[in-house]
């Protein structure tokens, strides 16, 4: 199985900062990547798919790249709303995986 | 707007049974690959079991082989999740979940807590 990582683990910021985060993947997944952000308490919700494909209705100061095994997300003005965690995901190969994810507090 | 809603959760003991469904509406369901994903308390997403839109191909993460069965109904547009000799480490929230033709799982249900517990 593919194993994918994220970092950091944990991050604060406040309201209007670049922040990036980055998966990296144990092997070439192309650009097989998707991001998740899940809000406590609710469920994930699909961001980005094929590592820079916003999905419809996200805001876009969301943005993906990457690609083979190097992959970032990165949010260009960070607002209170997007404190979550964020979870990348490799579906180049069965089985899909997830990565261990990213909490991001907005100070 | 696709709708998944899981039932059939609860607190049930060490070698115990349980069964989840997911009921969906809103999008023809035996065109979509569904997934059953777990998180555990304060932990991260897990995929469970994936099964083909035909129900004739199904993938179990290895923690669960041999444990748990993942079938559908596509006349009801149901997704079960039958799990057999339950230990404390599946305790967490059950999401079932759409995948694309690609892979990603892109709508989620609200999902259905499972404790093991004595």
């Known amino acids: 199985d593919i194993q994918l990582t994220q970092s950091p683990s944990f991050l604060s910021a406040s309201v209007g900062d670049r922040v990036t985060i980055t998966c990296r993947a144990s092997r070439g997944i192309s650009n097989y990547l998707a991001w998740y952000q899940q809000k406590p308490g609710k469920v994930p919700q699909l961001l980005i798919y094929?590592?820079?494909t916003l999905r419809s209705g996200v805001p876009s100061r969301f943005a993906g790249s990457g690609s083979g095994t190097e992959f970032t997300l990165t949010i260009s003005s960070l607002q209170p709303e997007d404190s979550a965690a964020y979870y990348c995901?490799?579906?180049?190969?069965?089985?899909?995986?997830f990565g261990p994810g990213t909490k991001v507090d907005v100070k | 707007e696709v709708h998944l809603v899981e039932s059939g959760g609860g607190l049930v003991q060490p070698g115990g049974s349980l069964r989840l469904s997911c009921e969906a509406s809103?999008?023809?369901?035996?065109?979509?690959?569904m997934s059953w994903v777990r998180q555990a308390p304060g932990k991260g997403l897990e995929l469970v079991a994936n099964i083909r839109h035909d129900g004739n191909e199904k993938y179990y993460v290895d923690s669960v082989k041999g444990r748990f069965t993942i079938s559908r109904d596509n006349a009801r547009n149901s997704l079960y999740l039958q799990m057999n000799s339950l230990r404390a480490e599946d305790t967490a929230v059950y999401f079932c979940?759409?995948?694309?033709?690609?892979?990603?799982?892109?709508?989620w249900g609200q999902g259905t807590l499972v404790t093991v517990s004595s």
């Open positions: 995901q490799q579906v180049n190969s069965f089985p899909p995986t």
């Open positions: 094929a590592a820079s």
């Open positions: 979940s759409r995948m694309q033709r690609d892979g990603y799982n892109d709508y």
């Open positions: 809103e999008f023809t369901f035996s065109d979509y690959w």
